[in-house]
């Protein structure tokens, strides 16, 4: 769905300091820690579906 907006509308943010996730372990048993996950879904998302940003940047937009 994102992805598709992201076409339609162009401009998407996440807010990368207002999410949040916790450890969890893969199929293998694996332990990531909830930092390493919240990066890695923040990489995943940067430029590809939103644009990354902090809340800081996001307050800025708004008053725009």
Do not use: P, W
């Not at 992805?3 to 293998?28: I, P, W």
């Not at 990066?39 to 800081?56: D, G, K, R, Y």
């Amino acid at each position: 769905l994102s992805r598709g907006l992201g076409d339609v509308y162009k401009r998407q943010y996440m807010v990368s300091d207002a999410t949040a996730t916790f450890n969890k372990s893969d199929h293998n048993g694996k332990t990531f820690s909830a930092d390493q996950l919240h990066e890695a879904a923040l990489t995943s998302i940067h430029e590809e579906f939103a644009m990354v940003i902090s809340t800081q940047n996001a307050l800025k937009l708004c008053t725009k």
